[in-house]
Every structure is written in structure tokens, then in C-alpha cells.
């Protein structure tokens, strides 16, 4: 299910503050919570439902506008559709949430923003979705729910014979396009196991830096820790985000909020005490920290002040802003022959986020022909500058967060026919764990390539 106990208050500006977030046109909605939570001034219960509320909005959008286009009359608009989204929502895949509050407070918030004679409309096609839901699956893909235990008296969803990659963008939530391409790669049901694990909030991965799991798991032992597969993660229920968080171990930097498959690729490139390494697209900067642990004296470079302070901070927290020296770069002007060499550089590309969908849940609506077209142009011309920048003999790690091989694998390949002066060490993919596996939560792709000594 896409949220958990205990019980949420039904306050109206839970629903307000979801609606203003999700009609603010943000790309990125849930990073926009607490700022539009803080405007608002909700305390921790209320800003819990309206994250949990933009959350199951936007991994659920698809399989909402389906239900809605079959019970809403005429050409609702726009505003009026993410208030229906919102209470279906409520009332399909939030048990937390009792339907009356569902139905009367999304009305409330209808007639507040839109009027009276909305706010009406709105009550009439939720009670018809109220209505026509029943307990129990039923057999039926057109009419079941994936991940909650209702169905519906009427097909609502297209059909998974005839259109699959169409009824798991009905069901699943995932554009059909992207679905086409898992289920390529990985076969149906693969695909359709990576796009359910999407539908709900990734478990909570956290990383020990200084390399003090058991200690410090004893003192997390009432949230049921489990042990990652690496030695410095283990892996708790999401539910235990706040918590750990807001820890003392976590102001202090013990512990650290970082997947597995992330930690992997910062240690993939063996950096060494007193080694000269680039870090390119580097914030919020937990692989920073990694190679920085070394002692390795790191150059730290992103896109924005922003994202550079969010780096600062994360460093600062770690204890280990000694050896990082932090640049404001797009990463992708040329290099004058003044700028030093590097024995590493680690390259943490943007990408189309597909292997993180659990946790930036927003990223599969901005997947698309023309996006990826460009991700791919920008990957290459990142890729082309940094390892410019590497010393003869040295080491590059390529790093995404995607599982898609037009940015891994692909991307690598083309790179090398560009560059016979690399060769390439190993690649390595990763897919995320189901909920209460022990890892990895994220999923991602890494090359390791070494430059030639001639």
C-alpha cells in the first residue's frame, strides 16, 4: 500500500497544501513539500499526510486518470482533475485515510479554490468511484487494483491481452514506453515487477562511513534493522525515515541516508590517500564523501550554488571536508590546458532516474523520446570532458542511476570508439530490491574504464 499507520487527522489544510504543490507545475513535486508545508504552517502529522498525498498522486497518476476518465461527465479542468486524483487516491490506496474524510474534505478543498458548484462536482464523482468499488480482487486485469484490495463492477483499465504495454501504464503507472523497454530487456514479468516496486516509497537505505554498523545498529535495534549486502548498509522500513533522520547519529554523521548501488560506484574507482580525483556532477555529495574517506584530495563540482551548499552541508555533517575542494560548473565548457590532471574522476551522470522510480517518483512522467535524447547528448558531452581530464594511467567511473542501456551500456560503447585511447575495466547493473529485501533499494549501472599510459 502507498502509506502506513497510524492514523491521519483529516485537516483540510493537508489537502490544500497537497493541491497547491501538485498545481504549482514543479517537476519535482515532493521536493516541493516542505516549502509549500512550511507557507502553510503544518506541523509533523499534517506535513506527513500531505507528502504521503502528493506521493500517491504522482505514483499513482496514471491509474488515477483512468478511474477518473471513466466517471467523470463533460471536460472537467485541469484544477478540477488533480482534486479528483487527489480524493481517489484517498479512497483506493490509503487505508490510513477513512473515506468520509477522503470525500468531504477534498470537496471542502474543491469549493475553497474552485467554487461551490465544483466543490459539487468533485462530491458526485467520488461517490460514484466510492460506489462502484467493491472489496477483493476479482480476476479480472481491466478491473483489478495493483497493490490494494479492491476492484471495480466495470472494466476501467484497457486490456493486458490485447494492449500490455497500454494496461500497464493503466495499472502499473508507468508510461507504456517505458514499460515497451523493461519488457524487452527483462521480459514481462520483470518489468512488471520493477513497475509495482515503483508504486510504493522505497525501504529507507542507510550507510555506516566510518565503518561502525554493529555499534550503532544496537542502537537502532527497536526499528528492526536488516543487514545490507554491503558491509557498511543495512536497510529499514520507510516508515523509519523521520526517525533516523532526525537522529543523534545522523547529526553527527555516523550514519548516512545512501544506496548501496551509489556506494558501489564511488568505490569502484579505488581511490587512494593523497590521489588528485575529480568528482563531476558531485551533490548532495555522499559519493564525495566516499572518496574523500580515502583521503583522496578531491575537486568537488556541480551545477548550481544550490545543489553546492546542499554538497557543503552533506561534507560538513561527515567530517570530511579536509581533502574537497568544491567548484560551481555545468561540467561542460572546454578545459583550458591550465587545469590540473586528475588520477580519477568519477562521473555521476544525469540521467533519466529509472532505476530510483521508488524514491524520485516524478521522474517517470519526464521519460520520454525527446528527454532522453537529450540526456544522452549531455551524458556523452560530460563523459568527453572529464575524461580529458584524466592523467595518463588513470581510472573514470560512469555512474547512472537509470537501467536503461542507451545511457549505460550503449553510452560506454560509443565512448570507447571515440576514445581507443581507454579501455574498458567492467560494467556492472544493478536492479533495486523488492520491499524487505536487504538491498539494494536503488538501482543503477557503472563502468570502470582506465586511460592508456601512451
Sequence with gaps: MDSKPPLFRSHTMSRQTAFNVLRSGSPAPLRQVNFFADKAGLDDRDRGLTRALVGCEIRRRATLRAIVAVFAQGKPSAEVLTLLRLGAAQLL???SVPDHAAVSETVRTATNNIGLPRGRYVNGVLRSIQRARAEGLSGDPRRDLVGANWHFALP???????HPFLWAE???????????????RFGMEEATQLATQALSETDLSVSFPHGNRETLLAEFETLSPRIGEHERIAIFDSEHTWAISSSQAFLDGQISIQGETAMRAAEALGAKAEEAILDMCAA???????LAACGAKVTAIDVSEKRLEFLAGTLERLQVTENVSILLSDGT????????????????APCSNTGVLAARAAARWRFGPQNQKELINLQARLLHQVAERVRPGGRLVYSTCSLEGDENDQQIKAFLKDHPNWDLGHTALFKPGPAGSTGPTDGGFHAFLRRNEG
Design 284 to 290: 548532495p555529495g555522499g559519493k564525495t564523501a566516499v
Design 156 to 162: 476501467v483499465f484497457r486490456d493486458k491481452e490485447e
Design 333 to 348: 565548457g572546454v578545459w583550458t590546458d591550465a587545469e590540473p590532471m586528475f588520477d580519477g574522476a568519477l562521473l555521476d
Design 93 to 95: 490506496f490509503m487505508d
Design 170 to 184: 493503466d495499472v502499473l503507472s508507468i508510461p507504456a514506453n517505458l514499460f515497451k523497454r523493461w519488457h524487452r
